[in-house]
């Protein structure tokens, strides 16, 4: 179902003063929130050559209220942007995914933003100017983290005890069926990470996106409050949001994706390929503080911190309660069950997370072609190549001398083997794609 639900949608306002729009991928661009441009003093700044000394000291990158936007907001708190040159960073808050597409789209020039915190495939749809009033080139050039999302089903079918298996969701479709009630799956982004888990998740267990749920865009900090007024049956978002839902018991977790696809990549850091081309030195410098800030994220021993800062109001405004049990591996997912595994927990460093494979980028791509909603001749491999900076990634981790066991030698991780059973090859993505029963394409 491809038409938004009759159902009505709340606001709150608690995001932006502005406020957050409901919207299926447009929105005003010049909604981002209040900026911060707080460091932290006590960081030394590097003593760097006139080779590393960046061309600007300023940069605009957004960030969505998620968990895994924690990089950003420790590389800004830490003072590890100020510590490689670039003193004037700001780290704004965006109201959606689609104000911070249409901030990018500005530029910090236009009143936008340079770079931000990103769902991995919007910088492909923004260079093919599939979600753009035109193209707009942009190159990823960390993975912010690993796993940390998950999808939530609302309390109302507790009952159902709906997991990884999806194909109880037809039960869910029988009750709807006798209230008369329209099915809502709300994601964050058409295209998006989280569209690619929900819509992956259904079609495993035999539920077509396309024609027994619609599958609604929806700002992740509005996730929780419209799942309490029965505007969604499920949803799929990063956390704190999943964590919140089961807090306040209006809903429970099905699963959490490191289950779906162990270790899979998520959020990037992305900026405008013209700013970085521009300022190639800026970018690299930026790319050290953000790899920094990653390493100390995934310290057992700063997860307290690292909460309790992004918890703040002028960040993600959420209680530190909120966030703190799943970011160390602590689940409970609201039915009964719980577990204590760190190794499906949000990942920002270790087991290569902060890298940038080329492999992960052409899944992506894939599942977009699957959907319909990039081309489906699109040369997805020369795309990759020129939006993924798999390269300033090298150079900035050597740069901070990361060790060279810690930087893979290759683009590709290899064969990547899904819950289900089904392997994606990126040797041959076709292969993948043909192996799909549902799908768009």
């Keep these: 179902m491809s038409k938004l639900s009759r159902r009505k949608f709340i606001l709150t306002a608690s995001v932006t003063a502005a406020g957050t729009l409901l919207m299926h991928g447009c929105s005003s661009s010049n909604e981002s929130a209040q900026g911060n441009a707080e460091s932290d003093p006590a960081q030394p700044v590097a003593n760097l050559s006139p080779e590393e000394t960046p061309e600007v000291t300023t940069a605009k990158l957004g960030f969505i209220a998620l968990t895994d936007a924690a990089p950003l907001v420790i590389a800004q708190e830490k003072g590890l942007f100020a510590k490689y040159g670039m003193t004037e960073v700001e ?20 009143g936008g933003i340079d770079g931000a915190h990103i769902l991995t495939p919007m910088p492909y749809q923004m260079s093919l100017g599939t979600i753009t009033k035109q193209p707009v080139p942009m190159y990823i050039l960390a993975r912010l983290n690993t796993n940390g999302q998950a999808i939530s089903v609302s309390e109302d079918y507790l009952e159902t005890k709906i997991g990884l ?6 039960d869910v479709f029988t009750k709807a069926k006798a209230d008369n009630k329209e099915l809502n799956a709300a994601i964050t982004f058409p295209g998006g990470t989280h569209d690619l888990w929900m819509r992956y998740w259904l079609a495993a267990g035999g539920v077509n996106p396309e024609k027994d749920i619609s599958v609604i865009p929806v700002p992740p900090p509005q996730m929780v409050a419209n ?6 049956e499920t949803f799929c978002v990063g956390e704190p949001w999943n964590a919140q ?10 699963l959490v994706t490191g289950e779906l696809w162990k270790n899979h990549p998520e959020k990037s850091f992305a900026m405008r390929a013209d700013w970085v081309d521009q300022n190639p030195k800026a970018a690299k410098a930026l790319t050290k503080a953000v790899l920094e800030a990653q390493q100390w994220c995934d310290q057992p021993e700063n997860k307290q911190e690292m909460c309790e800062i992004v918890s703040e109001n002028k960040w993600f405004k959420v209680p530190v309660e909120d966030i703190i049990d799943r970011s160390q591996g ?4 609201g039915d009964g069950r719980t577990i204590d595994n760190p190794d499906i927990a949000m990942k920002f460093w270790q087991d290569n997370a902060s890298y940038p494979y080329k492999s992960h980028d052409l899944w992506f791509l894939t599942e977009n072609i699957r959907w319909g909603y990039i081309p489906a001749d699109t040369d997805t491999q020369a795309l990759v190549d020129q939006v993924n900076r798999s390269d300033i990634w090298r150079e900035a981790a050597k740069a901070i001398k990361v060790a060279d066991a810690e930087i893979p030698q290759s683009d590709s991780r290899g064969v990547e083997t899904f819950f289900d059973g089904i392997k994606f090859d990126p040797a041959n993505p076709q292969a ?4 799909l029963n549902i799908k768009k394409a």
């Design 165 to 170: 298996d999806s194909s109880k969701m037809k």
């Design 330 to 333: 602590k689940i409970d997912y």
């Design 432 to 435: 993948y794609l043909d192996s």
């Design 245 to 254: 839902l089961v807090n306040q018991e209006q809903g429970y977790t099905a």
């Design 91 to 110: 780290v704004l808050k965006q109201a959606s995914w689609p104000v911070t597409r249409d901030n990018i789209e500005l530029g910090s020039g236009g």
């Design 227 to 232: 799942m309490k007024i029965g505007a969604m």
